[in-house]
């Protein structure tokens, strides 16, 4: 199983920007997928955005336009790219490692402890 550590959130004010890390403990290469939750104070888990090891995104309709997921297979991590931010993106983000089964959702099977991003009005 592989560890998953992300990074690189924050405090930012509203139409501002952010890039998330999430750097794992081993090659991610043959990963079949990689993605980003986020979990905002009683609200249910909502999957941001996946990438899989082709090279394929896919996004939640609330970040299209504004996030941009890519990952650097030589050095096993993941960015979450977010412009635009807006006071609804405070969450708490958490990177995954999972798959993609044809025809299915993203399928999480490893999970990091979570970054913090507060964007303010």
């Known amino acids: 199983q592989v560890q998953l550590v992300e990074s690189g959130g924050g405090l930012v004010q509203a139409g501002g920007s952010l890039r998330l890390s999430c750097a794992a403990s081993r090659s991610i290469f043959s990963i079949n997928a990689m993605g980003w939750y986020r979990q905002a104070p009683g609200k249910q888990r909502e999957l941001v955005a996946t990438i899989t090891n082709g090279g394929s995104t896919n996004y939640a309709d609330s970040v299209k336009g504004r996030f941009t997921i890519s990952r650097d297979n030589a050095k096993n991590t993941v960015y979450l790219q977010m412009n635009s931010l807006k006071p609804e993106d405070t969450a708490v983000y958490y990177c995954?490692?999972?798959?993609?089964?044809?025809?299915?959702?993203?399928?999480?099977?490893?999970w990091g402890q979570g970054t913090q991003v507060t964007v303010s009005p």
């Open positions: 995954n490692a999972g798959l993609v089964p044809v025809g299915l959702p993203f399928i999480p099977t490893s």
